[in-house]
């Protein structure tokens, strides 16, 4: 499975944002999906993840009533629409998949996105 992250740029505090993994690869359907990011100097941490039917949806509080992560098994693609962005929002996402369910544990992941740049600024 390949996994192309697309959708970063430079919005102002207040805009939103859709992010999109397009997944190659069969089975993906199959898969557990999480958003994480990584800002500068931090670790990278789970913000959303999702079940293979969407049936087990997770968000950080960071994004909870902000971002909502969906999927569409028959467009292979996973998103991220983030709403009312936050300067404190700016890192690099990246999508993730898991032949099992999401997780929180960014190393139990068996395939990744390249990474998009988001940047909240004034």
């Known amino acids: 499975v390949q996994l192309q992250a697309s959708g970063g740029g430079l919005v102002q505090p207040g805009d939103s944002l859709r992010l999109s993994c397009a997944a190659s690869?069969?089975?993906?359907?199959?898969?557990?999906m999480g958003w994480f990011r990584q800002a500068p100097g931090k670790s990278r941490e789970l913000i959303a993840g999702?079940?293979?039917?969407?049936?087990?949806?997770y968000y950080d509080d960071s994004v909870k009533g902000r971002f909502t992560i969906s999927r569409d098994n028959a467009k292979n693609t996973v998103y991220l629409q983030m709403t009312s962005l936050k300067p404190e929002d700016t890192a690099v996402y990246y999508c993730?998949?898991?032949?099992?369910?999401?997780?929180?544990?960014?190393?139990?992941?068996?395939?990744w996105g390249q990474g998009t740049l988001v940047t909240v600024s004034s």
């Open positions: 993730a998949a898991r032949r099992s369910a999401w997780t929180h544990d960014w190393s139990r992941y068996d395939y």
């Open positions: 690869g069969h089975q993906f359907n199959m898969y557990g």
């Open positions: 999702i079940s293979w039917n969407a049936g087990n949806i």
